[in-house]
């Protein structure tokens, strides 16, 4: 698309304010902006998942450590950190120039790319520092009235709820929380554990009709399976096409095949993360809204207030807007060096589930969730024996205690260099695995000895 030097200034002095000139151009005439930094693919071709070599080239990892915790805040590729650095030193070479003429044609570029990903129109996407931001931005952007309701299941992430206990305190609304049972044995028994009390929940609803808000995990993050997304928020728009579907996807991009928004016709918002699976610099991830559905402003308001919905979020001020153009080298990686998505999430699937089903079967314990409901992390119960000596226990009937998740975990990490989360859920204590291309499944097997040792 041809600069038009004489466009009107969204955003006062800056030279490349059009924003949502550049976000509604159509596709035949935009032309993407050039790459002042250039990525080499070159040296992370063809590289074998869970090879020494793919470790060595994509991670920074600590070698003396068995890393199992992928889940928690991710690894950027070691080839985006270097990337990134690169822009940062190209934004201080000449600021001015960056910021004021390169940095939001580049932002909106990457929405645009990463809208054909996700199947949405590149106006219903915005670039956010994290999924958080992107809630923060969504509450403070709903209009609640006394006795208004907001339905959550307990497996909300532990945040989340916080925020939303305050927000109905403050707004005198009600929370309500569904617990959901564990173990999960079957699609069927997940169904009945959520699908079939959301129904109930809304039937309780019909006659006042106080529901305002549906917030939903894609994959919760202490109890990861794949929530039926699909069928809650189809039920959902089906009864109630007032109430707000939202969706907590951050751990899905780059965990779930075929993530994509038009996949979900009836969900109205949802916020991902970049730096988890997808493997992006820390501080980046989308929320997506979708059009005509509710307005959302971001936490943070900037130069780009009351100018649109990508203006509005695409500057909070200046920061490191370097991080997001990490991004470009994230595609270039999956999507050229990997050949997309569905063959590395097949192989992260595959390792976990055959990783739990080992260490079930030596454990001759249990999954918290059928593996085939669950995507790159699953969670399988530490044997009672094995706890009970490491917590120096007698009474081996006395119930755990959300404490004593913290001493196994510290127990993996400080003895045996394990870096792997223990759970706490529902009076027993399971440890969450995840597994990205650069685990193998002799990681797994190497937890387990460990624990089979201390299980005399």
């Given at each position: 698309?041809?600069?038009?030097?004489s466009?009107?200034?969204d955003?006062?002095?800056?030279?490349?304010?059009n924003?949502?000139?550049?976000?509604?151009?159509?596709k035949?005439?935009?032309?993407s902006?050039?790459l002042?930094v250039?990525?080499?693919?070159?040296p992370?071709?063809?590289?074998e998942?869970g090879?020494t070599?793919?470790?060595?080239?994509?991670f920074c990892?600590?070698?003396?450590?068995c890393?199992?915790?992928?889940?928690?805040?991710?690894?950027t590729?070691k080839p985006v950190?270097?990337?990134?650095?690169?822009?940062?030193?190209?934004?201080?070479?000449?600021?001015?120039?960056f910021?004021d003429r390169q940095?939001?044609?580049?932002?909106?570029?990457?929405?645009r790319?990463?809208?054909?990903i996700?199947?949405?129109?590149?106006?219903e996407l915005?670039?956010?520092?994290?999924?958080?931001?992107?809630?923060?931005?969504?509450?403070?952007?709903?209009?609640?009235?006394?006795?208004?309701?907001?339905?959550?299941?307990?497996?909300t992430?532990?945040?989340?709820?916080k925020?939303?206990?305050d927000?109905?305190?403050k707004?005198?609304a009600i929370?309500?929380?569904?617990p959901i049972?564990f173990?999960?044995?079957n699609?069927?028994?997940l169904e009945?554990?959520?699908?079939?009390k959301?129904k109930?929940?809304?039937?309780?609803?019909?006659?006042?009709?106080?529901?305002r808000l549906?917030l939903?995990?894609h994959?919760?993050?202490?109890?990861?399976f794949l929530?039926?997304?699909?069928?809650?928020?189809?039920?959902?728009?089906?009864?109630?096409?007032d109430i707000?579907?939202?969706?907590?996807?951050?751990?899905?991009l780059?965990?779930?095949?075929?993530?994509s928004?038009d996949l979900l016709?009836?969900v109205?918002?949802?916020?991902?993360n970049c730096h988890?699976?997808?493997?992006?610099?820390?501080?980046?991830a989308?929320?997506?809204?979708?059009?005509?559905?509710?307005?959302?402003r971001?936490?943070?308001?900037?130069?780009?207030?009351?100018?649109g919905f990508?203006?509005?979020?695409i500057w909070?001020?200046?920061?490191d807007?370097s991080?997001?153009?990490g991004?470009y080298?994230?595609?270039e990686?999956w999507?050229?060096?990997?050949?997309?998505?569905e063959k590395?999430i097949?192989y992260?699937?595959?390792?976990?589930?055959?990783?739990?089903e080992?260490?079930?079967?030596?454990?001759?314990?249990?999954f918290?969730?059928?593996?085939?409901?669950?995507?790159?992390?699953?969670c399988?119960?530490?044997?009672?024996?094995?706890?009970?000596?490491?917590?120096?226990?007698d009474?081996?009937?006395?119930?755990?205690?959300y404490?004593?998740a913290?001493?196994?975990?510290n127990?993996?990490?400080?003895?045996?260099?394990?870096e792997?989360?223990?759970?706490y859920i529902?009076?027993?204590?399971?440890v969450?695995?995840?597994?990205h291309?650069y685990?193998?499944?002799?990681?797994?097997?190497?937890?387990?000895?460990?624990?089979?040792?201390?299980?005399?």
């Amino acid at each position: 698309m041809e600069k038009n030097h004489s466009a009107k200034r969204d955003f006062g002095s800056f030279h490349s304010s059009n924003v949502e000139e550049l976000i509604h151009c159509p596709k035949n005439d935009y032309n993407s902006p050039k790459l002042e930094v250039i990525f080499d693919l070159i040296p992370f071709d063809k590289l074998e998942f869970g090879s020494t070599e793919v470790k060595k080239k994509l991670f920074c990892l600590d070698e003396k450590f068995c890393f199992l915790n992928h889940g928690a805040f991710g690894l950027t590729f070691k080839p985006v950190l270097e990337y990134v650095h690169q822009w940062k030193c190209y934004a201080e070479s000449q600021p001015l120039r960056f910021y004021d003429r390169q940095i939001m044609p580049l932002l909106v570029d990457l929405i645009r790319k990463f809208s054909a990903i996700f199947k949405c129109k590149p106006s219903e996407l915005a670039l956010v520092d994290n999924c958080t931001f992107a809630f923060n931005s969504l509450i403070s952007s709903l209009d609640l009235n006394p006795g208004d309701k907001i339905f959550i299941f307990s497996t909300t992430y532990g945040v989340y709820k916080k925020i939303l206990k305050d927000l109905c305190l403050k707004k005198k609304a009600i929370l309500i929380e569904e617990p959901i049972s564990f173990p999960i044995f079957n699609k069927d028994d997940l169904e009945n554990k959520t699908l079939e009390k959301f129904k109930s929940i809304l039937k309780n609803d019909e006659e006042e009709k106080k529901i305002r808000l549906v917030l939903v995990d894609h994959i919760p993050s202490n109890q990861p399976f794949l929530m039926p997304i699909e069928k809650i928020s189809e039920y959902c728009k089906l009864k109630r096409s007032d109430i707000l579907f939202v969706v907590d996807a951050a751990h899905s991009l780059g965990s779930v095949k075929h993530f994509s928004f038009d996949l979900l016709p009836n969900v109205d918002v949802m916020f991902t993360n970049c730096h988890k699976w997808l493997c992006g610099p820390k501080g980046t991830a989308f929320l997506y809204v979708k059009e005509n559905s509710f307005t959302v402003r971001p936490s943070v308001h900037s130069h780009g207030i009351n100018t649109g919905f990508n203006s509005e979020f695409i500057w909070s001020g200046l920061k490191d807007y370097s991080i997001f153009l990490g991004l470009y080298a994230n595609l270039e990686i999956w999507l050229n060096s990997f050949g997309g998505f569905e063959k590395t999430i097949d192989y992260c699937h595959s390792l976990v589930k055959q990783a739990s089903e080992y260490l079930k079967s030596l454990w001759q314990t249990n999954f918290m969730v059928d593996p085939n409901l669950c995507s790159t992390m699953m969670c399988v119960r530490l044997p009672d024996k094995f706890v009970n000596n490491i917590l120096k226990k007698d009474n081996v009937k006395s119930p755990y205690l959300y404490e004593d998740a913290e001493l196994v975990q510290n127990f993996f990490y400080f003895n045996h260099s394990i870096e792997v989360p223990i759970k706490y859920i529902q009076n027993s204590l399971y440890v969450r695995l995840s597994a990205h291309i650069y685990n193998k499944i002799q990681d797994y097997e190497f937890l387990g000895d460990i624990v089979m040792q201390n299980n005399e």
